[in-house]
C-alpha cells in the first residue's frame, strides 16, 4: 500500500512541477511579447512624428555625461596634459603709417 501512495505522490508532485513550469514559460513569454510590442510602437511613433524616442536621447545624454568618468580618461588627459594649441598664431608686430587727408594733412588711422 505505501508504494501505491508514494507512486501517486510522486505523480502528483511531476504534474505540479510541470504545470508551474509552463505557467512560468507562458509568463515569460507574455513580458517579452509585450515589451517587443511596446518597442515598435515606439519606433513606429517616432517614425511618424521624426523625432527620436525619448529613451534614446535620454541614454545618450547620460552616456555623453558619464564619459569623462569612463575608464583610461585620467591617463589620456595625464599624457594630454599640454597640449599644442593651433588656434595660436605668432605674427610679427609693424607700425601703421599714418593716412593722409583729402587736403593733405595727416591724419591717425583707427
Same mark, same amino acid.
Given at each position: 500500500?505505501?508504494?501505491?501512495?508514494?507512486?501517486?505522490?510522486?505523480?502528483?508532485?511531476?504534474?505540479?512541477?510541470?504545470?508551474?513550469?509552463?505557467?512560468? &514559460?507562458?509568463?515569460?513569454?507574455? !513580458?517579452?511579447?509585450?515589451?517587443?510590442? /511596446?518597442?515598435?510602437?515606439? +519606433?513606429?511613433?517616432? %517614425?511618424?512624428?521624426?523625432?527620436?524616442?525619448?529613451?534614446?536621447?535620454?541614454?545618450?545624454?547620460?552616456?555623453?555625461?558619464?564619459?569623462?568618468?569612463?575608464?583610461?580618461?585620467?591617463?589620456?588627459? &595625464?599624457?594630454?596634459?599640454?597640449? !599644442?594649441?593651433?588656434?595660436?598664431?605668432? /605674427?610679427?608686430?609693424?607700425? +601703421?603709417?599714418?593716412? %593722409?587727408?583729402?587736403?593733405?594733412?595727416?591724419?591717425?588711422?583707427?
Amino acid at each position: 500500500m505505501n508504494l501505491i501512495s508514494d507512486l501517486i505522490s510522486r505523480i502528483l508532485r511531476t504534474l505540479i512541477k510541470l504545470a508551474f513550469l509552463v505557467f512560468t &514559460a507562458m509568463f515569460v513569454l507574455t !513580458v517579452l511579447a509585450i515589451g517587443i510590442t /511596446v518597442a515598435l510602437l515606439t +519606433v513606429l511613433w517616432s %517614425l511618424l512624428t521624426g523625432r527620436k524616442p525619448a529613451l534614446v536621447t535620454n541614454f545618450t545624454r547620460f552616456r555623453q555625461a558619464a564619459q569623462p568618468f569612463a575608464p583610461g580618461t585620467w591617463a589620456r588627459q &595625464a599624457t594630454n596634459a599640454n597640449p !599644442v594649441d593651433t588656434d595660436i598664431v605668432d /605674427v610679427q608686430a609693424r607700425e +601703421v603709417p599714418a593716412a %593722409l587727408g583729402a587736403n593733405g594733412q595727416t591724419k591717425q588711422v583707427e
